[in-house]
C-alpha cells in the first residue's frame, strides 16, 4: 500500500517552537525523505471554531498566519497539499455518519477531550460540537484514506478514538476506511516542549511561547527571562539540569555544531552539563548560548516568511487550490462511505433500475 500522510494545526494563533520540534520540523524532512503518494497538511479551522465559536475572526485571521508559518519552516506546496478544513464539506457530512458510531460514555472517556474541558472550564455546559471534535478528526483522517499520522503525544486519543471507528465502519459497513497509525515525534524531549516560564506547556493562552515569527530582540528578551534553576545563585555555585527549561531546551535544539560555533571551549551538552552541575557556569552565559542556537534556527525561517508575505496572493492562490484538491478526494472516500451505508439512491444502479421513469 502505498502511504498517505495527513496531519494538522488549528489556526488559533501563530504556530511556536513547540510546533516547531514537535511536528513542522519532523513534516519537513518527512516532505523530503519519506516514501509517499500525498502528503496533506490541513489547517482545522472547524475544529478550532468548537471552542472559539464566538470568537470566528480570530480563527479567520489566523489562517494566513498558519499557511506563512507552514511555508516558511520549508513545507513546499509542490509536495504537500495544504487546505482548509471548512472548505471540504465532505468532512462535515462525514463527521455526522460517523456519529452512530460512537458512544457518549467513549467520548467522555477521551483524556484530550476531558483535560480540555477541564482546561477551558466547560464543566457541565460543554458545547456538543466541541464534544464530538474527536470524531471529526477521524473524518479529517479517513476521508484522505491517510495511513500516517504524524502528530505530538497529546493527540494519541484522537488517533485510538479513529481507529476504533475505522474498525466499526469496516465491521458493520464495508472495508472502506484504512487504518491510520501514529507517528510521534522522533526526539523524546520534543514530545512537549516547556514554556519559558516552565511551566508543563507551550501554549499560547499561557503567554510563555516563543514564536516562529519573533525577530531577534523579542527572542533574546525571552531567552534571558527564562526560568533556570531558582538555586543556581552565584556562578560557582551547583546548578540542576532538571526541571532547567535552558536545559531542555538545548537537548531539543542543540546539535554539537552549535558548540563549535558558539562555544568553542566545549565539545557537546554532556560536557556542558556536566560543568554546570558541578558549579562555575554562569545561567547568563547558557541562556546567550541558546539564544545564539535559536536564532540561528529562526533566522532563515523569518527571512523565508518575510519573502512569502511579499507575495501573499500567491500564498491565497495555494489555500485555494489545496482546498478544491483536498475536497474532490474526500468527496470521493463519501461516495463510498455513502454506498457502503446504503444511502446511494440517486448513482445506485439497482434503485435507478427500479425506481427510475422509463418512458
Ligand atoms: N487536533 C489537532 C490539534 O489540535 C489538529 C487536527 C485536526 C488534526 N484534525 C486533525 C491533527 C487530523 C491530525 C490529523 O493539533
Do not use: W
Not at 494566513?64 to 495544504?82: M, Q, R
Not at 466547560?122 to 502528530?151: C, E, H, L, R
Amino acid at each position: 500500500m502505498e502511504n498517505i500522510i495527513l496531519t494538522g494545526d488549528r489556526p488559533t494563533g501563530k504556530l511556536h517552537l513547540g510546533h516547531y520540534v514537535g511536528s513542522l520540523k519532523e513534516r519537513v524532512k518527512m516532505q523530503n525523505d519519506a516514501n509517499y503518494k500525498d502528503m496533506y497538511l490541513m489547517i482545522a479551522d472547524s475544529q478550532a471554531l468548537t471552542d472559539n465559536f464566538s470568537n470566528p475572526n480570530k480563527v479567520r485571521d489566523n489562517i494566513i498566519e498558519v499557511a506563512l508559518d507552514y511555508l516558511s519552516v520549508g513545507i513546499d506546496p509542490n509536495k504537500v497539499t495544504i487546505f482548509i478544513q471548512s472548505q471540504v464539506s465532505a468532512l462535515t457530512e462525514l463527521t455526522f455518519y460517523y456519529m452512530n458510531l460512537v458512544t457518549v460514555s467513549r467520548l467522555k472517556r477521551n483524556p484530550t477531550v476531558k483535560s480540555e474541558i477541564n482546561l477551558r472550564g466547560f464543566n457541565n455546559s460543554i458545547p456538543a460540537g466541541f464534544f464530538t471534535y474527536p470524531i471529526s478528526q477521524a473524518a479529517d483522517i479517513t476521508a484522505f484514506k491517510a495511513n500516517i499520522v504524524p502528530v505530538g503525544e497529546d493527540q494519541l486519543p484522537m488517533i485510538e478514538q479513529t481507529k476504533e471507528i475505522v474498525h466499526t465502519f469496516n465491521n458493520i459497513y464495508d472495508e472502506v476506511l484504512v487504518m491510520p497509525h501514529a507517528v510521534l515525534p522522533s526526539n523524546k524531549v520534543c514530545f512537549r516542549l516547556p514554556g519559558t516560564d516552565g511551566k508543563n506547556k507551550m501554549s499560547k493562552s499561557l503567554g510563555n511561547c516563543i514564536y516562529l515569527s519573533d525577530d531577534s530582540d523579542t527572542l533574546k528578551k525571552k531567552v534571558m527571562s527564562m526560568y533556570t534553576d531558582p538555586n543556581h545563585i552565584r556562578v560557582d555555585d551547583p546548578g540542576k539540569i532538571e526541571g532547567n527549561v535552558v536545559f531542555t531546551y538545548l537537548d531539543a535544539f542543540c546539535e554539537d555544531e552549535h558548540f563549535e560555533k558558539f562555544m568553542p571551549e566545549y565539545k557537546n551538552l554532556e560536557q556542558l552539563k556536566a560543568h554546570y552541575q558541578k558549579g562555575g557556569v554562569g545561567d547568563i552565559k547558557i541562556k546567550k548560548f541558546l539564544y545564539n542556537i535559536l536564532d540561528s534556527i529562526l533566522e532563515p525561517i523569518r527571512i523565508k516568511r518575510h519573502e512569502y508575505e511579499g507575495k501573499i496572493g500567491y500564498v491565497y492562490e495555494i489555500l485555494k487550490k489545496g482546498s478544491k484538491k483536498a475536497s474532490d478526494t474526500a468527496n470521493e472516500t463519501l461516495n463510498e462511505v455513502k454506498n457502503a451505508m446504503r444511502i446511494n439512491y440517486f448513482i445506485d444502479k439497482d434503485f435507478i433500475n427500479k425506481y427510475s421513469y422509463k418512458e
